[in-house]
């Protein structure tokens, strides 16, 4: 595709319910972020998949949080029982790495997840 | 705490002015690059600059990099209403292995 797409745009669900966010990244690009932003706030790092290697997991806020990445191409953001808290956009991003060093990252129009 | 910070974290001018935000990072980076986010939705990227370079213009926008203290600016010369936005820098930060984003400027520029 032409850029990196996600879905659902928005995403309103009961408090306790699990749900799933997708993101489909720019062909060939091998590394995908997710982030979760907050109402006026800045960015909050979630994980972060390189092609094969293991995703960095360090900003996932608790267990109930995981992501996957099936074929080093989609990936899908899992929060199960969700609580208010949650609620915020989610955004998705890829990049090329060539050399160890990161070109711009591309964003998606995120996920705007609403917990009620 | 945060790789990047951004300093202001709000900028409000009169349009046709100058707009300078500044960001500050902690260890070595391999680039520094600058994004802009319109109504909370996807990071739109701005310039990407290089630790090698001081200095790279693109159209209105002007960044600097200062690696010995640490910081990059960028210059928005002759504002417009529509450079109303929140302004993210991002460093690749040697050995992070992946981009850390600040908290962003909001940027109002007033008619």
């Known amino acids: 595709g032409a850029g990196v797409s996600q879905s659902p745009s928005n995403k309103v669900t009961e408090k306790g319910k699990d749900v799933e966010l997708r993101c489909d990244p720019i062909?060939?690009?091998?590394?995908l972020y997710w982030y979760r932003q907050s109402l006026g706030q800045g960015l909050e790092f979630l994980i972060y998949?390189?092609?094969?290697?293991?995703?960095?997991k360090s900003g996932l806020p608790s267990d109930r949080f995981s992501a996957e990445r099936t074929g080093g191409s989609v990936s899908t953001l899992t929060i199960q029982r969700t609580q208010q808290e949650d609620s915020a956009v989610y955004l998705c991003?890829?990049?090329?790495?060539?050399?160890?060093?990161?070109?711009?990252?591309?964003f998606g129009q995120g996920t705007r997840l609403t917990v009620v | 705490s945060q790789q990047g910070e951004e300093d202001p974290q709000a900028l409000s001018i009169q349009e046709g002015e100058n707009a300078t935000m500044n960001c500050s990072y902690k260890?070595?980076?391999?680039?520094l690059q600058w994004y802009r986010q319109n109504s909370g939705r996807g990071l739109v990227h701005l310039i990407l600059?290089?630790?090698?370079?001081r200095e790279k213009h693109s159209g209105r926008l002007r960044v600097t990099l200062d690696t010995s203290k640490k910081s990059s600016s960028l210059l928005i010369t002759a504002s417009r209403a529509a450079d109303t936005a929140s302004y993210f820098c991002?460093?690749?930060?040697?050995?992070?292995?992946?981009?850390?984003f600040g908290q962003g400027t909001r940027l109002t520029i007033n008619p």
């Open positions: 991003a890829s990049s090329l790495v060539s050399a160890g060093q990161f070109s711009e990252a591309f």
């Open positions: 062909s060939g690009h091998t590394a």
């Open positions: 998949f390189q092609g094969n290697s293991a995703p960095d």
């Open positions: 260890t070595s980076i391999n680039n």
């Open positions: 600059i290089r630790s090698n370079e």
């Open positions: 991002a460093t690749d930060a040697r050995g992070a292995q992946k981009l850390v």
